[in-house]
């Protein structure tokens, strides 16, 4: 015992017996048979050691005459087709999968014997064909991911990504989603965002950009592929779309269906065609230049001068008395008052036969509604032009109100809100319900927006004691301002002197404490990482100039000597510090940015202002 006990630790590579079979061996699968078989030989041959100390091996051999009786037999058409494929196989990598197929049929001896007339097959080439059937199963192709080799040169990346991820060149809506698909598979979820810019012309604006700045950017090529993987739609329209400018744009489109039926009653073709290119070219006006010839604050033409334009025809608490004469006129809107004009006197006239007597009738209703909308439109560019004058956040004192125009800002407040509605949906999309106030706050918390928290709050309804007089034609009023005899209300900023109303015409009740209950608290906010740079005894920022020069490290320092102790610890930072590839790095960036609400955007609605 002692000696077989030596042979197990020291000669003999021997596993310890940790199975029995209950069954009959003739009822086992071919590779359980083997894997039983080949346990015991091994048995075999230790006890083969004991005997003969220096002759185990030979021992053993002249035990084993013949293979035993389950290897035995003709071998099967199957297997002779197989091993015929396997001799015809034209790479290696195919003559493997084929030899997956019966690897484990016979055990390694005894294949190598029967494949002599089909061809030599080594030890190595039947453990790689059985270790392909463990891994990818007995003749399947496994799959191979492509990866290209990716160098480009970071500085100039961040510097591109810097440029592109400035948010004139893009918006989010408040609706849809995107699906980013990586490189190895995995998916990532982003609100949908729309180009406000086409790509070339992002491009061409970089180019004018690293002229200016005498900065070396990247090829064409890889800045249209990095644009492309960080996949936008493409904005249709010049100008984001809020209900007054959609309703404006379709009066554009009434009018031209007015005119194409006009045609059909027999209308001069070169009309028509007149008609058309002056409409479009009075839709492009209001979305593009109609806004910059709004913003002079004292203008000469009384269309585009805003103190006259929006003063009130009839209340002098609403007027303002230019001091210049209104002596000019705009080329483009005599353009789209004289197509109006025309339009209209056409419909009303006999140039043209309708094929009954309601058609001229409903032409005229459709052209006052097209009428209208336009009208609106035109006025609703300038107003928030007006209102963006008091632009300012107010601190904790109230002293007034500017509201924005209606409609105007909307994709402010969806940007700010768009990360929040997708965090809910997906949460509902989960099997959870959101019908109530904690079930938003839970959403909201489970996947937390970046830069955002919320809170769950209940009022005592039994408290409320406010009552107030009902200011007359409120909705049109967009400036408040609280003074000591009451509250000043005015229509557009800084227009008259506006209209003041006594607190004793309003407040009928004061209101008292409504006891504000925190039912459920705010949840911790999702700390961001931010970077201050540190500036110089000039004012200037103190930038890092002294970089690794080990290749792959992106590392850089303020110091040499701080660069020289990184040099000694040896510790370098990889860029790619994972499996992904530098364009799935720019695709999750790219993610990111939509998925957390910063405050320069919270900053920036024009909702509330105050006198400093």
């Known amino acids: 015992m002692d000696t077989t006990a030596n042979l197990t630790e020291r000669e003999v590579e021997r596993e310890p017996l940790t199975f029995q079979i209950k069954t009959p061996l003739q009822n086992l699968t071919k590779r359980e048979q083997l894997n039983i078989v080949q346990k015991a030989k091994e048995d075999c041959l230790l006890v083969c050691s004991v005997i003969a100390p220096c002759s185990g091996e030979e021992l053993f051999q002249s035990t084993v005459s013949v293979e035993r009786e389950i290897y035995e037999g003709p071998v099967s058409d199957n297997t002779v087709v197989l091993m015929s494929a396997c001799k015809n196989a034209k790479t290696r990598n195919l003559k493997k999968q084929i030899l997956s197929l019966y690897a484990y049929r016979y055990p390694i001896n005894t294949l190598k014997k029967l494949h002599l007339p089909y061809g030599k097959i080594s030890t190595w080439e039947i453990k790689q064909a059985r270790s392909h059937a463990n891994l990818h199963g007995p003749g399947t192709i496994p799959e191979t991911t492509t990866k290209h080799r990716v160098r480009l040169d970071m500085g100039k990346l961040d510097h591109f990504i810097d440029f592109v991820n400035r ?95 006009l045609e059909k009653g027999g209308m001069e073709m070169q009309w028509c065609l007149y008609v058309r290119h002056k409409l479009q070219d009075a839709k492009r006006y209001l979305k593009t230049d109609c806004r910059l010839h709004c913003q002079p604050d004292d203008s000469t033409c009384a269309a585009h001068c805003r103190r006259f334009a929006l003063s009130d025809p009839v209340e002098p608490d609403f007027q303002h008395q230019c001091s210049h004469e209104h002596q000019s006129t705009c080329g483009d809107c005599q353009v789209l008052k004289k197509v109006l004009q025309d339009v209209r006197q056409r419909i009303e006239g006999s140039s043209w036969t309708p094929y009954n007597l309601d058609q001229r009738e409903d032409l005229l209703y459709d052209f006052n509604q097209a009428l209208e909308n336009i009208l609106l439109w035109k006025a609703h560019i300038m107003r928030p032009i007006n209102q963006e004058k008091r ?127 925190v039912d459920e608290k705010f949840f911790p906010l999702k700390e961001t990482r931010l970077h201050k740079a540190k500036k110089n005894s000039d004012g200037e920022q103190v930038n890092d100039l002294f970089a690794c020069s080990d290749p792959g490290c992106n590392m850089v320092f303020k110091k040499f000597s701080e660069l020289e102790s990184h040099l000694d610890v040896d510790n370098h930072c990889q860029i790619l510090r994972n499996s992904d590839t530098v364009y799935d790095k720019l695709r999750k960036d790219w993610a990111e940015n939509f998925l957390r609400v910063n405050d320069e955007e919270i900053d920036s609605a024009p909702v509330k202002s105050s006198d400093e």
Not at 442 to 451: F, H, I, K, T, W
Not at 466 to 483: A, R, T
Request: aromatic share 8%; proline share 4%; glycine share 8%.
């Open 167 to 261: 948010p004139y060149f893009y918006q989010d809506v408040s609706y849809g989603s995107k699906i980013l698909v990586l490189d190895n598979g995995d998916k990532i979820e982003m609100p949908n965002v729309v180009r406000t810019v086409t790509r070339s012309t992002m491009i061409e604006q970089y180019l004018e950009y690293c002229k200016e700045q005498c900065h070396e950017p990247l090829s064409r090529s890889t800045m249209f592929k990095i644009l492309e993987i960080r996949e936008a739609s493409q904005r249709k329209s010049l100008q984001g779309l809020d209900n007054t400018a959609a309703d404006g744009a379709a009066g554009f489109q009434t009018l031209e269906t007015l005119v194409e039926t």
């Open 391 to 517: 632009g300012k956040r107010i601190g904790i004192v109230v002293m007034r109100y500017d509201f924005s125009e209606p409609q105007y800002g909307k994709d402010v407040c969806d940007r700010i809100l768009c990360p929040m509605k997708s965090t809910i949906r997906r949460y509902c999309n989960e099997g959870h319900d959101a019908v109530s106030a904690k079930d938003m706050r839970a959403a909201l918390s489970e996947r937390p927006v970046r830069g955002t928290t919320a809170c769950v709050c209940s009022i005592n309804e039994t408290k409320k004691t406010l009552e107030v007089q009902k200011i007359h034609g409120f909705s049109k009023y967009h400036n408040f301002k609280f003074e000591e005899e009451g509250m000043r209300i005015w229509r557009a900023y800084g227009i008259g002197q506006g209209r003041l109303i006594p607190y004793q015409d309003l407040v009928v009740r004061p209101q008292g404490s409504t006891c504000l209950v």
